[in-house]
């Protein structure tokens, strides 16, 4: 039975976290020399996006760009990062307020909308929470709540109660696939509590967090990419890492989601043990002997080839993003060491070889990240999610300068 919800404590959390987050930003001092990059850096995006813009078809998606070919790569609406590219475009129109790009927006949320009753992903938080979540921030509307609503719905459909998580990738019957992903998707679950008071949502995304917490993880809090769980008793079948160098590796991306997805459980609950969770993981990152100095990971913490390993970028940029909202929810010190982290990234990719040149890059605005090494696919190129995060981590970064 479904019955409402926002109690006191989850209307306390909510009040609260957003006076941390506020009273954090008179603590931390942004840099006025990355402040004006970032300035920079959101008008170079500006100009990028419209090149991007002509790159794909009335239909289509950008997801990465082939610049040992010239060759773009799209995708349809279907595709897991259909949201990023309009969410990109209206995180830049609130920066450069470019109708140009807000235009484009909505045509390409035109075309997504559909996945609204998509039941065979689990990345409709990724897909329309980045997309229609921000276009609702920017101007709220009757359908955008709608369709947000419906695609929590359609979210809501994947979750078993007998494995206590939201499954990821459809398989043979029997298995269960939950990746670590999935915690990114989980905030489109809080926000239509939020909106509805319905708490079946609320109750999903918490379920499936402490299971992935109980399960997911390794003492040292790097996480495993994909637990089969069997889907009749809930018991853990296996614990892999497809996409990373080895099922006990740390794939840097998927410690990334694992960062940001407890950031906003915490911010979302109140619940001491998210926020103990994400320092833990920030921990296990930020003392890894093979973080580099700039701090752009390389695509597995435990490469074969470290050195030589390649970088990833959009690590990188979930990364920044993530301990940017954490250091206002953590005392003084380990505050103070996550906003450093985020400063470096944000200095470091703002600059060669990360930052393309103008009308480069097939329009993305970050070079070299990586998709799926094993499967020799999206390998040091740009991919939509690097840019998505890291036009969200500068617009945090360029927030801490806004209260004195």
Not at 226 to 233: H, K, L, P
Not at 275 to 281: F, G, S, T, Y
Not at 308 to 328: G, I, K, P
Request: hydrophobic share 35%; net charge neutral; aromatic share 14%.
């Amino acid at each position: 039975m479904k019955f409402k919800i926002l109690s006191s404590l989850g209307f306390t959390a909510c009040l609260s976290a957003i006076a941390l987050f506020c009273n954090a930003q008179t603590t931390f001092k942004p840099q006025k020399e990355l402040l004006a990059t970032i300035t920079k850096n959101f008008a170079n995006a500006n100009a990028q996006y419209k090149v991007l813009a002509t790159k794909i078809g009335p239909e289509e998606f950008p997801k990465t760009y082939h610049p040992d070919k010239d060759k773009q790569e799209n995708s349809n609406s279907g595709w897991w990062c259909s949201g990023f590219y309009p969410g990109s475009l209206l995180y830049l129109y609130q920066q450069t307020k470019d109708e140009q790009l807000l235009t484009e927006a909505n045509r390409m949320m035109g075309v997504l909308a559909k996945e609204q009753f998509n039941t065979h992903t689990h990345d409709l938080g990724f897909m329309m929470y980045c997309s229609f979540g921000n276009a609702n921030k920017i101007e709220p509307k009757p359908e955008y709540k709608q369709i947000l609503i419906n695609s929590a719905k359609s979210l809501s459909t994947r979750f078993n109660p007998a494995v206590g998580c939201i499954k990821s990738w459809d398989s043979k019957p029997g298995d269960y696939l939950v990746i670590i992903d999935n915690m990114m998707n989980l905030e489109l679950l809080f926000w239509a509590t939020h909106e509805t008071g319905d708490s079946s949502y609320y109750k999903i995304a918490v379920t499936h967090a402490n299971t992935t917490m109980k399960n997911h993880f390794r003492p040292d809090y790097s996480s495993y990419h994909v637990i089969n769980y069997d889907a009749q008793t809930g018991a853990v079948k296996e614990k892999k890492t497809a996409q990373g160098f080895a099922n006990e590796s740390a794939w840097a991306r998927g410690q990334s989601w694992g960062l940001y997805g407890y950031t906003v459980m915490y911010r979302e609950t109140h619940d001491k043990k998210y926020l103990d969770q994400a320092q833990n993981i920030a921990h296990f990152i930020l003392t890894n002997p093979n973080l580099p100095a700039d701090k752009i990971p390389y695509w597995d913490y435990n490469a074969s080839n470290i050195p030589n390993a390649l970088r990833d970028a959009s690590a990188a940029s979930v990364m920044a993003s993530a301990l940017l909202e954490l250091c206002t929810y953590s005392d003084a010190k380990k505050g103070q060491e996550y906003f450093d982290v985020a400063q470096t990234i944000l200095k470091t990719l703002s600059a060669p070889p990360y930052m393309a040149a103008a009308g480069t890059n097939g329009g993305f605005i970050l070079q070299h990240s990586v998709g799926h090494f094993p499967a020799g696919t999206e390998i040091d190129v740009p991919l939509t999610y690097a840019d998505y995060y890291f036009i969200e981590a500068m617009k945090r970064y360029q927030s801490f300068g806004t209260k004195k």
